[in-house]
Nanobody
Framework: QVQLVESGGGLVHPGGSLRLSCVTS????????IDWYRQAPGKEREFVAT???????YIVDSVKGRFAISRDNAKNTVYLQMNSLEPEDSGVYSC?????????WGQGTQVTVSS
């Protein structure tokens, strides 16, 4: 069964850092791209970053330079390193992959940036 489980969220002050993890199972991890999304209360879910091959990444402009995405195929895990966090970065962060035209989502991890 395909599973994705996020962790690493929490409460940080502006300027702080968090590293989110997305641990996967149930599929050939190295074959698939993994995406990160976030959703703030009352707002639509927003695409943040994706990684295919470790050299093939994309990060949205709003977080580029502060966030980085990486993967460890040996651990079936994708990371989202978040630095210089701002209150506007707060939200539920979820990872996703598409297999056979079906989107599999993790349950999400809460990130709160507040002074």
């Amino acid at each position: 069964q395909v599973q994705l489980v996020e962790s690493g969220g929490g409460l940080v002050h502006p300027g702080g850092s968090l590293r989110l993890s997305c641990v996967t199972s149930g599929f050939t991890f190295s074959k698939y791209s993994i995406d990160w999304y976030r959703q703030a209360p009352g707002k639509e879910r927003e695409f943040v970053a994706t990684i295919g091959d470790p050299t093939n990444t994309y990060i949205v402009d709003s977080v580029k330079g502060r966030f980085a995405i990486s993967r460890d195929n040996a651990k079936n895990t994708v990371y989202l390193q978040m630095n210089s966090l701002e209150p506007e970065d707060s939200g539920v962060y979820s990872c996703k992959t598409m297999i056979a035209n079906f989107n599999y989502w993790g349950q999400g991890t809460q990130v709160t940036v507040s002074s």
